[in-house]
């Protein structure tokens, strides 16, 4: 009895017990081979193996929370231990949604929990689609990517131009799309003066020159669908806003001054705070 309404907890979610089952296998062959190769400091076959098992989009958001958050998100620590990979458990959350879990040491009662999303690549082959930031905790589902492309509107008033153009260049962030850094780099064309994108490709070069390569229209190296709901635009002057929002390990803060151009709003400066 138990067993068939565990089956049928899982036909209720759209997913078969037995697809559950593979891809939980799937994850841990993944998942301990990668731990181990990072125990053995085997650079090359953790690359080949994120080549493998993630899918392009996702392999791209792991460098940039890596940049981010100054951990490995896939882990959510920067090394591993033998009782770690050998501690190692995945279990089934909801519709694509998974739970891997494991502990650092048999003294470690919280353990780390980190859920990930699964996706079917053109061959039907399951992929990492996307793994939780470390700071959202245990958060999960796909109603977090609920969210709908907005258009810049900039021929009304500073303040929706500003609202709008922020939550257009955030969309292919928390969409993971593969057409991102084109997608952004037309926003800023666009909606930036000439001077502003004179002054970003500057900035961005400093930072990479300082080894933290951040976005500097966000103030970070990423910006994760689960920020999405904290985003919020302020007026603090004349032509003058401070967009925010909270990462879960603190807020983040961008000023943005805007002028009017023929008729049209535009962004022509940005500071960090």
């Known amino acids: 009895m138990m067993l068939i309404a565990i089956v049928g907890v899982f036909l209720f979610a759209g997913m078969s017990f037995t697809q559950s089952l593979s891809d939980i296998k799937q994850i841990k062959h993944f998942y301990v081979r990668y731990m181990k190769a990072m125990e053995e400091g ?22 940039r929370l890596v940049d981010a958050t100054g951990s490995n998100p896939l882990l959510r620590t920067q090394d591993v231990s033998t009782f770690g990979r050998q501690s190692l458990r995945c279990k089934h959350l909801e ?8 502990w650092w040491n048999e003294m470690d009662s919280a353990g780390i929990h980190i859920p990930l999303k699964i996706v079917k690549d053109a061959n039907g082959q399951p992929r990492i689609g996307y793994v939780t930031p470390e700071y959202t905790r245990e958060g999960y589902g796909n109603q977090i990517f609920d969210i709908s492309a907005v258009d810049v509107k900039d021929d009304k008033d ?16 928390v969409k993971m799309l593969p057409s991102l850094e084109q997608d952004l780099l ?19 070069q400093l930072f990479l020159e300082d080894a933290n390569p951040i976005d500097p229209l966000i103030g970070c ?3 994760d669908a689960f920020w999405y709901s904290s985003l919020n635009v302020e007026s603090i ?23 009017r ?3 049209k709003y535009r962004i022509c400066d940005l500071k960090l705070e």
């Open 186 to 204: 037309r926003l800023r064309q666009t909606y930036f003066t000439a001077d502003m994108q004179i002054k970003y490709t500057t900035m961005s």
């Open 158 to 173: 500073a303040y929706t131009f500003v609202e709008t153009f922020i939550k257009a260049y955030v969309y292919p962030y």
């Open 261 to 263: 151009m023929n008729g």
């Open 237 to 259: 002057g004349s032509n003058l806003f401070t967009v925010w929002y909270n990462t879960g390990n603190g807020i983040i803060r961008v000023k943005l001054v805007v002028t």
């Open 95 to 102: 519709d694509d949604w998974y739970m891997v879990s494991y």
């Open 42 to 63: 085997d650079d090359e076959m953790r690359e080949t193996l994120v080549q493998q098992f993630l899918t392009k989009e996702m392999q791209a958001k792991m460098g």
């Open 221 to 223: 190296a990423d910006f």
